[in-house]
Nanobody, 122 residues
Framework: QVQLVESGGGLVQPGGSLRLSCAAS????????MGWYRQAPGKQRDLVAT???????NYADSAKGRFTISRDNAKNTVYLQMNSLKPEDTAVYYC????????????????WGQGLQVTVSS
């Protein structure tokens, strides 16, 4: 089993920055994708950014040029650096881990963090 512990949310003014952290403990996966999703009230949960075990990254169009996803393997932690924040970035942000124990493994695993409130307001 895996536990995901998120930290770093809060209130920030437009144009400001925040860094979200997601620390994973427990099972290790050789094949994985870790990502950040967000959900505003009354709206669906949308992908923000992902990073794979091989280091490949991708971003939602709204995040490109402003957000950066990265990892620290020694700390088993994934980060989301958010710069130039806008009011429309206001949402609950969730860390996600999808993984397999090996390339040929049939079982897939999917874990979610508890969610972090990010509010961008003057």
């Amino acid at each position: 089993q895996v536990q995901l512990v998120e930290s770093g949310g809060g209130l920030v003014q437009p144009g400001g920055s925040l860094r979200l952290s997601c620390a994973a403990s427990g099972r290790l996966f050789s094949i994985y994708v870790m990502g950040w999703y967000r959900q505003a009230p009354g709206k669906q949960r949308d992908l923000v950014a992902t990073i794979t075990n091989g280091g490949s990254v991708n971003y939602a169009d709204s995040a490109k040029g402003r957000f950066t996803i990265s990892r620290d393997n020694a700390k088993n932690t994934v980060y989301l650096q958010m710069n130039s924040l806008k009011p429309e970035d206001t949402a609950v942000y969730y860390c996600n881990l999808w993984g397999k124990e090996g390339l040929l493994a049939k079982q897939e695993y999917d874990y979610w963090g508890q969610g972090l409130q990010v509010t961008v307001s003057s």
